[in-house]
């Protein structure tokens, strides 16, 4: 039986991006996508662009990044919780540095971690900011 007191997890990820790296890969372009009005409870990643997807190591990605292109995404009104997996990161945006990631905003993201305060959002090779206050993965 659950006990209320401590929620379960709701899922893995909330609203996510993914493009995959490798030696076999080509090239692509992900644009125009709005994730708007989510209710985030218990979840490990809410808000995810990953471009060294799956199970391929950080050698791996920097030997061979991704090419996906990725622009026109807008994050609005993200609500609750993280699990707290990732400490007090709460959105996690990494472009590749072999590809163009720009125009990507979040705007009315309220989620927090309980794993402390203030939460934070990490970004990196994201061309002109993304609307709030970020992180490099480096100080995350």
């Not at 061979?64 to 292109?69: G, I, L, M, R």
């Amino acid at each position: 039986m659950h006990d209320p007191n401590h929620p379960l997890s709701i899922a893995q990820n909330g609203a996510r991006l993914k493009a995959w790296e490798g030696p076999n890969v080509g090239y692509g372009r992900i644009r125009n996508i709005t994730f708007k009005d989510f209710y985030i409870q218990n979840t490990d990643n809410p808000i995810v662009l990953d471009q060294c997807y799956f199970n391929v190591n950080a050698s791996t990605c920097a030997a061979y990044p991704s090419h996906v292109n990725i622009s026109d995404i807008f994050f609005e009104n993200f609500r609750g919780s993280s699990s707290g997996k990732g400490g007090k990161v709460v959105a996690k945006l990494v472009c590749s540095p072999e590809a163009v990631c720009d125009d990507i905003r979040l705007e009315n993201v309220e989620l927090t971690s309980p794993a402390g305060s203030p939460p934070e959002i990490v970004c990196d090779g994201i061309e002109g900011g993304i609307g709030v206050p970020c992180v490099s993965s480096a100080n995350a």
